[in-house]
Structure formats: C-alpha cells, structure tokens
C-alpha cells in the first residue's frame, strides 16, 4: 500500500500514517491498495483507495534513515 | 562542475603549477605503494590482535568488518596525502580510504590542462584509465544489474564526484542509477534497501562514510547486518579499519624507523615538541591542532568526540607563501597519480585550491 496525494501521485509514508483506510486525510492524502509497483513521484495504477477483503497489504518503503548524521557535521564534503 | 569557492576564491587554480622531477614522482609512486602494503598488515594486525578499541570502531560492526576483509569485495579507491618538499621523502599525513573526494581535478581536469598548455610534457595520472578498468573487472562480482551511486545533498563536490565515478563504470559497461542518500528507502515487506523507483540496491557505492552509516543516528544502520548476504558496498565496510587516524599511531608503532611515516600516538603528544593534533574521524581539516615553537594555530568543527591522534608536526613547503599537499591516489591499490591542493595557511580545508602538475 502506498501513500498518495490528490492526484493519486506517490509520496512518503509519512503523511498517511495515522490515517484510517479509504479515509482522505484533510484532503490531500491517502493510502492507495494494491496496483502496480512503482516509485515514489509516479502515478498509481491497477489497485484501489479501498482495501479489497481478505487481503493483507503492509506498509511498503520508508525514507530518509540515512543521512541524518550530516546534518550534524555540517562541515561536510568529504576528504 | 565547480571551480569557485563559496567565499568567490578559486577552486580550480592554474595560475600556476608544480613542476616535479621523475625521481620526484618516482619517490611518491614508491611511497604509495609501500604504504598500501602497510596498511594490508595494519589491517590484518587490527583483526588479529584485536585493536578495534583502540581503533574507537563499535564492536557492533566488527563481525561485519571481519567478514569483508575476509571476503575481499569489491574496492576502488583511495588516497594518501603526503607532505613532500623533493628532498626529504615524502610524508604520511593522513589516508583517505572511506570517501576520498577532488577524485574528477586529479583524474581527468588536470589531464586536459597539461594537453592544452604543456603538450610536451607529462603527468603522473593514469587514474581515469585505471577506474574504468577497475569497474569493467567488477562487473562480474556485481549483485545486481544496477550499480546505485549515493551522496549527500547540497554538495556539488560530491555529486559530481559520484557523476564522475558514473561515467567510469558506464564506459565499463555498467548501468548506473544515482540517488540522494536521504532517498535510499528501505521496503519493510522485502527486507532490502530500494532506489526512489522501488528497485533493489544490490551494489552502492556511498560518498558516506561508513561511521555515520553505521552510527545509531542513522535509522536504517539497524538493516546493514541483514542486507550483508545480498548487498554490496563501495567502499567496502573494512574501511573503517583505514578511514580512521588512530591508523596512523599504529603504523608508526609497526613501522617505527619507516621514512615515510611520522611519529604519531593515541595518548598525550608524549615526546613530541611541535605536533599536530586531529581527531580520529574528521574531515577537511576540522578540529585539527598545530602546536609549534611560535605558536598554535586551531580549526573549528564538530569532530572529536571518538579521541584524538597526535602526530609530529612537519612544515609543509612553501611556494610563495602557499603550502601544497600531495594527494596520492591508488586505483585498485596501485598508485594510479597525484594531485595537488594548496592553501595560505597550514591546514587543508574543503576550499583550498586544486593546482595542476607536470614532470619532465
């Protein structure tokens, strides 16, 4: 299951998490079932805004665990 | 491409050049490649007896990094840098093993340089040749079919560096993809990292050091050990043996009476009168400290908090008042070519300037 927007364009998990399935969160975001797989940016296709019954979906990539510790060290560039 | 600093100085510098002999470049080659095999038996010697304390590396990665020297998976790149005034022999000053950068101004910028302005004379640099090389011979070893390329943003150096290192292996026949280190996802139904179009990352090559990789701040460090059957990582994880001062106290403990090596400890400077004094991990000359008969002279960072190394402070050259750092890079652990960053000061920081070089 993926994350979308309005225009059923793939974003990051974040903004969906919390929200209940087939529910419109504020009006911008939502999980989306099933469809062809694809990445984040693209348009999604082939699934559902409703989870088909009997089917588990799970909770596809999470982003940005790498790279925090350059924030930390900003004098970086490398060596 | 870059060739100006932030501040609006030069970056890429041909005002002038260095103009060295061949027994000068030879004398740097053979250093280069004594050292390499130094650090082979540092290496060894850190594992055998068990000196990753000493090291400051987590004993969390050390199976991890055990594994991989033993393995040996693939491995590209370094670069040592040298003080060298063509008399005495060159210098250890430190050794880039992890994320060695100014890699395209070394490779290929200063080679369309000496083409242009000395047609008729040389340069110690088969580093392009050498990467590419390299890459045609690892793309049989690779996992996957892709090889991913990671750097953080908003560094252009490093991202035109991993552009560079792209084209290298594209000319070796190897697909490439890049993606921003805060890109890399990880699928939690897969169990593996995946690029922004859900595609495996089999084989990155990471402008990232290793401790911070590995470093309980990063989220994802948590999923370095599960990925290790089918992910490779460029540089590999046993860097971490070589990207990390302290390398230097225990290459002068081994090799005590090596000309290219400095006198350089772990504990207080102990009977050094003038000596630099850096953190283990650092990088661009952060928190690094010369203390000299006339003086000190200190650089600011956010580095130091996994120990220091201190190391007998030599002068640098001075060419009108500019003290250049040989950079001497290996390309599948032979020297493959040098080059030089100069600055007016005494420590080489991320805007010291790249000179070209010829020999005769």
């Known amino acids: ?79 | 491409m870059f060739n100006t600093n932030a501040d609006g100085s030069p970056y890429w510098d041909e005002s002038a050049d260095y103009q060295f002999t061949t027994r000068e470049i030879l004398a740097i080659e053979q250093a280069t490649n004594d050292l390499y095999d130094m650090c082979l038996a540092a290496g060894q010697a850190i594992i055998d007896r068990d000196l990753f304390d000493r090291l400051r590396i987590p004993r969390r990665v050390v199976p991890l990094i055990t594994r991989a020297w033993e393995a040996e998976p693939p491995s590209i790149y370094a670069r040592f840098d040298f003080a060298y005034d063509g008399t005495r022999p060159p210098k250890l000053l430190e050794f880039n093993a992890d994320t060695p950068t100014s890699l395209l101004e070394a490779a290929v910028i200063q080679w369309y340089w000496l083409k242009d302005v000395q047609p008729d004379a040389d340069q110690f640099n088969s580093i392009h040749e050498r990467l590419i090389a390299k890459w045609r011979e690892l793309k049989s070893y690779m996992k996957g079919r892709v090889l991913h390329l990671t750097a953080v943003r908003d560094s252009v150096e490093d991202e035109m560096t991993c552009a560079y290192l792209a084209d290298c292996a594209e000319q070796a026949g190897i697909a490439t993809r890049f993606l921003y280190v805060d890109d890399i996802g990880w699928n939690a139904e897969r169990r593996q990292f995946v690029d922004l179009e859900e595609q495996p990352i089999g084989d990155l090559f990471k402008l990232y050091p290793w401790e911070w990789l590995t470093s309980p701040t990063e989220e994802f460090s948590q999923h370095i050990l599960e990925v290790e059957p089918s992910m490779q990582w460029v540089e590999p994880i046993w860097r971490m043996l070589w990207s990390n001062k302290a390398l230097l106290a225990l290459l002068y403990e081994m090799f005590p009476n090596h000309p290219n090596l400095l006198p350089a400890y772990t504990t207080e400077p102990n009977l050094l009168r003038q000596y630099v004094k850096k953190p283990i991990l650092s990088r661009e000359g952060a928190n690094v400290t010369i203390v000299k008969d006339d003086g000190e002279v200190r650089t600011a960072g956010t580095y130091g908090a996994e120990g220091f190394v201190w190391q007998e402070y030599v002068p640098l050259p001075d060419f009108g008042g500019q003290h250049p750092v040989i950079g001497s890079w290996l390309i599948d652990g032979v020297a493959a070519g040098i080059g030089i960053r100069e600055s007016s000061g005494l420590i080489t920081g991320n805007e010291s300037r790249f000179v070209p070089h010829l020999f005769r």
């Open chain 1, 1 to 79: 299951m993926r994350c979308v927007d309005k225009d059923g364009r793939i974003v990051d998990d974040a903004p969906c998490q919390g929200t209940p399935s087939g529910a419109y969160l504020g009006g911008h975001y939502r999980w989306y079932y099933g469809g062809q797989v694809a990445g984040t940016g693209k348009t999604v296709s082939g699934g559902s805004y409703a989870p088909q019954a009997g089917t588990r979906y799970t909770l596809s990539t999470t982003r940005g665990g790498f790279g925090r510790s350059a924030g930390i060290h900003s004098s970086f560039g490398s060596a």
